[in-house]
């Protein structure tokens, strides 16, 4: 499911015009509040002041949040290149049909879980998903017979390794999953909107402070922006290369496999 926080291009035009429309209506349509202002300037000083901390301090908190969120999904990548490559160096203890039917299924499932990581098209996605269930289903039924067959703890050592490769896929998507709440947006805008409104509120005339009453929307916007790029996976600019995959799809091609025992 889509939102408008999948898009910051469009949370920055949205927040940036929104904000800035809250300072105009401070400064144009409360004059009255505005001379009110202007004779208790200290305790107006001291509540907008307030009100631009609290934003602030929100703005960080949120900032960290998106960014503990990415650093999750950079950290879940690195983990599920290492259970696949650990993967492909223990099927070399099952039989060695087994074993190049295992590998052939491992590379075919790394390559999915990059374009997993990659792609930003709906319908290619759900073809990802679709394939990637499939070869999870593959690989397991490849481990589990000749580990019952044999049940040693060589063969155990290999089904706990495939059973790391399927929950590693699982720790990520539910890490994709994890965004900011949109409570904490709706939160976060609306203190946003009060603060500029204040701004605008304590300007002395709208006309000379029109210029100035755009640099604060601006920041902010630019902040919004930031924060929903980081948060984004697949629509921001900011996104989780998957170079531990691509860098184990080299290796894994590259090294010979193992002679089949005639």
Do not use: C, H
Not at 36 to 53: E, P, Y
Not at 110 to 132: G, H, P
Not at 169 to 185: L, S
């Amino acid at each position: 499911m889509t939102s408008l926080m999948d898009y910051p291009p469009l949370v920055f035009v949205v927040a940036f015009f929104g904000l800035w429309f809250a300072a105009w209506i401070g400064a144009v349509r409360f004059k009255k509040l505005r001379s009110q202002a202007a004779d208790m300037r200290d305790d107006f000083g001291i509540v907008q002041g307030a009100t631009l901390t609290l934003l602030g301090l929100i703005i960080g908190f949120t900032f960290s949040m998106a960014l503990s969120r990415y650093d999750l999904r950079k950290n879940y990548e690195e983990q599920e290149a290492n259970a696949i490559g650990t993967e492909f160096v223990r099927a070399d203890l099952l039989p060695a049909a087994d074993a190049a039917k295992v590998r052939s299924l491992l590379l075919k499932y790394l390559e999915q879980r990059a374009l997993f990581y990659t792609t930003r098209d709906a319908q290619v996605l759900m073809q990802v998903n679709a394939s990637t269930a499939q070869l999870q289903a593959e690989l397991w039924g490849a481990v589990v017979p000749p580990a019952t067959a044999q049940p040693t703890p060589l063969s155990a050592l290999v089904v706990a390794g495939m059973n790391d490769v399927l929950n590693t896929q699982g720790y990520t998507q539910a890490a994709w999953w994890n965004r900011i709440p949109i409570a904490a947006w709706a939160l976060m805008s609306t203190i946003a909107l009060v603060s500029t409104m204040l701004v605008g509120v304590g300007a002395r005339t709208a006309r000379a402070e029109s210029a100035l009453l755009v640099i604060l929307p601006l920041v902010i916007a630019i902040a919004f922006f930031l924060i929903a790029d980081i948060d984004s996976p697949r629509g921001g600019v900011i996104r989780v290369s998957p170079q531990n995959m691509k860098s184990l799809s080299e290796s894994l091609r590259t090294t010979p496999a193992a002679p089949v025992a005639k």
